[in-house]
């Protein structure tokens, strides 16, 4: 799937939560079921800085499509990961440098995006558009 | 004086906010503490009504100005108990007033001087201090902590000789809120000349202190953290160090004679109030000060006691709820985790439930490393807060803890 329809995808699950708590239910769900990172990487040149709890995050070329990694101490931060990972992960190099993150706003999540030093949120979008400038083939 | 908390939270416009629907239960005062409207209007009574630049100017609202500036200087001077008032530096707050002496130390101290720095410090008073020593050798001492968060006074004994130049040790730690024996630590410093600072950020929200009877060298304090606005604290000094330390910043108002050959510097306290300074900040701290007294420090200490046993009850009703430095000594703080829970998660979701609480290392890293732990979540009540407060809290926290099981 493209960039732009999973992020559709999500914004449409999102809407049916009646409140936060259904919401951060599900984001804690997804935490506790994203992709982790290989006990190998997770290593503190992996480390995203900026972030109070420890987040890790790996990137590797498989053809000509980026699959990201993560994992973290904290379940919400691993579930906001999960959420970039699902969007970001597995596509392209050109597709992720072009895309936008407004989605993030469109389910409700912004204030994970404010530049405090708590959640490494911006921080882990800005790497994952680092690797991806990094293992562009174009 | 009686005390009444209704009274009390009305005077705070804040406190009636709503956050994701919920009361606004605010339980992060160690960072910085909520404003009664008596001190809100006194900035924009400033503002509106005499605001001018101070101490030069021939006009009548400069000399307004002027009056109110240095009558808050001597409202701070009566607080603590202050023999003079020109031993009372203002300046934007606990960090840039550790910084002045750090700085006024630096010619000072040498390669063959020992400075002592307390395990517990927030690094306000741990970095200015490696960068000084960087620039003069001096080396650093520590005084570390036990199980318990408190510091070991043995060491200090151990590590206190003829060679200790300056001791640095909080009032109360901001991690923790375990108040210090620092008198003890003054006493025994002096035996050997040692000067001591004193950092009273944490401390002046909670009770007095007679800086005359504690005989500290240097004492510092916020006026945010003491319902003052940000932007203000204040430096106290013996007159002794005071005239002994050169200027930390150049520029107006810190210079009795300019010429391109040669300057002069100013008598205390202005030479250490170079430029412009935050007129109506310090007309708020007084405020703030004469606030708080008016509720009376007695009132404020037992009440807040009275909250803190509450509340440290409450939570050790938690299952797996670790709480770090439980002292006896302790202003109303505690800082706390959840076993297999990150502090993060904790803190992020009592946020949406409306309450504040700060999560993380405090700024106090040593701290944490002494435990072995990544951070914590801290709730620091005030003479605002409520025991119905804390009761929601232990349901938020118990909501919390099933949301993340």
Redesign the interface.
């Known amino acids: 799937m493209k960039i732009k329809e999973i992020q559709d995808e999500i914004v449409e699950e999102f809407s049916h939560f009646e409140d936060?708590?259904e919401k951060?239910?599900y984001l804690?769900e997804l935490g506790n079921s994203i992709e982790l990172i290989d006990k190998q990487n997770k290593i503190d040149s992996n480390l995203i800085k900026g972030c109070?709890?420890?987040l890790w995050l790996y990137a590797e070329l498989q053809n000509d499509k980026i699959i990201y990694t993560a994992d973290s101490?904290?379940?919400?931060?691993k579930g906001i990961a999960a959420i970039l990972l699902r969007v970001f992960s597995n596509q392209t190099a050109k597709d992720i440098l072009n895309s936008d993150i407004k989605y993030i706003e469109a389910i409700g999540l912004k204030e994970h995006l404010s530049p405090t030093?708590?959640?490494g949120l911006v921080s882990m979008i800005r790497q994952i558009k680092y690797y991806a400038l990094a293992l562009n083939t174009n | 004086m009686s005390f009444d908390i209704n009274k009390i939270r009305s005077d705070f416009p804040i406190l009636k906010r709503k956050i994701n629907g919920s009361s606004f239960i605010y339980f992060d005062n160690a960072a910085t503490s909520q404003k009664p409207n008596i001190v809100i209007d006194s900035i924009s009574d400033y503002y509106k009504n005499y605001n001018s630049n101070i101490h030069r100017g021939v006009h009548t609202i400069s000399q307004e100005a002027t009056d109110a500036y240095e009558n808050a200087r001597a409202k701070v001077q009566k607080h603590f108990n202050v023999l003079n008032s020109h031993e009372i530096i203002f300046t934007s707050g606990t960090t840039h007033s550790i910084n002045l002496v750090a700085n006024g130390f630096q010619d000072l101290l040498c390669d063959k001087d020992e400075i002592i720095i307390s395990g517990l410090e927030h690094h306000s008073n741990i970095v200015p201090w490696q960068m000084m020593s960087e620039k003069n050798g001096a080396k650093i001492k520590i005084i570390p902590i036990n199980e318990n968060g408190e510091l070991d006074m043995k060491i200090y004994d151990n590590i206190l000789n003829s060679r200790t130049k300056l001791v640095f040790v909080n009032h109360v730690s901001n991690a923790l809120g375990i108040i210090n024996p620092i008198k003890t630590i003054i006493e025994k410093a002096h035996k050997v000349n040692a000067a001591v600072l004193i950092d009273g950020a944490q401390a002046c929200a909670h009770f007095k202190t007679d800086l005359q009877e504690l005989n500290a060298d240097f004492y510092t304090t916020s006026a945010h953290k003491l319902c003052g606005p940000t932007g203000i604290g204040m430096l106290y000094g013996k007159e002794k160090w005071l005239k002994k330390l050169p200027p930390y910043q150049g520029g107006g108002e810190m210079i009795s004679d300019v010429t391109f050959e040669k300057t002069t510097y100013a008598e205390l306290p202005h030479k250490f109030e170079a430029g412009t300074p935050n007129v109506s900040g310090a007309i708020a701290f007084g405020v703030a000060l004469d606030y708080l007294n008016g509720i009376g420090f007695e009132n404020i200490c037992e009440y807040e006691s009275s909250l803190l046993k509450y509340a440290t009850e409450k939570l050790k009703l938690v299952p797996n709820l670790k709480i770090y430095g439980e002292s006896k000594n302790k202003t109303s703080v505690i800082s706390f985790n959840i076993e297999g829970i990150h502090a993060y998660d904790i803190g992020a979701l009592l946020d949406k439930f409306g309450i504040a609480v700060r999560t993380g290392q405090h700024c106090a890293q040593p701290i944490m490393d002494h435990f072995g732990i990544s951070g914590t979540v801290r709730v620091s009540l005030s003479f605002y807060n409520t025991k119905k407060e804390i009761d929601s809290l232990y349901n938020s926290l118990k909501q919390t803890i099933s949301m993340l099981s």
Do not use: D, F, H
Not at chain 1, 73 to 77: Q, V
């Open positions: 936060w708590k951060y239910e804690i109070q709890s420890k101490e904290a379940i919400i931060t030093r708590a959640n």
